[in-house]
């Protein structure tokens, strides 16, 4: 009889924590279910690769078959990864993609995005482990907020037209592996990164980049001391030749006449 009641005790327990759960859950894939619905709406897929995404039926897994959508398991509506790389897809960055919070993986390279990348979209992605933006018209500065992805192993922002500098912050990511900048207008000084694969090639063809493992950057007090020194020499060298002009100008003055 105690073990009868032990089990029914288990069961009633179980049910209580499923039906509080429940509605959350819910709430979730339906958000995941929003949000690709929002990522479609915010850009041009002319070649029709997200014709299947067609939204209306709520059935458990049925956003899993979408064309690069990879879910935690078959029957969940729940957004592990997006694959749409080389797909063809025209506009500005999908913002949309910012709260399928337990995404771990982001492939976007070879498309035609533009515009800059929004500063809060990557704070709200903490799980994230791969972002591949490579290979598009993306520009603006990095945003400071990638850093904030403490999970985040590999980062390939190379042929873009990223501006401005390598946020400092990048160095210290404790799982980066993997990371290119490579074909974009970067400046300044390279951080001091601990880790990983982060090789001359992840810096390629950023002219005005410096530090390891480019060239050293150039110590402003010594560039000021050049510049300083160059100025000297030419006020010594115009002041010279304006002596030199008014000894000679001086000396024919005094010579004798003819008479």
Known sequence: MMMVAKQVCTIFIRSCIWLLLLPILTRAMESDITRLRSLKSQIKDPHAYLSNWVFGNYSD??????????????????????????SGLEGEFPSGVKLCSFMESLNLTGNNLTGTLPSDTFSSLPYLVTLDLSNNNLAGEIPASLPNMSYLNTLLLDHNRFTGSIPSELASSPRLLQFSVAHNDLKGPIPEF??????????????DLCGFPLDPCPDSFYSMAIIAANIAAAAFFLVGACYGWLYDSRKQNQRPRRR
């Open 61 to 86: 897994g049925y956003i899993c078959s979408f064309f690069g959508v990879y879910c935690w398991r078959s029957n969940h509506n729940k957004v592990l990864s997006i694959n749409l790389g080389r």
């Open 194 to 207: 601990t880790a990983g694969n982060i090789s001359l090639s992840s810096f390629d063809d950023n002219p």
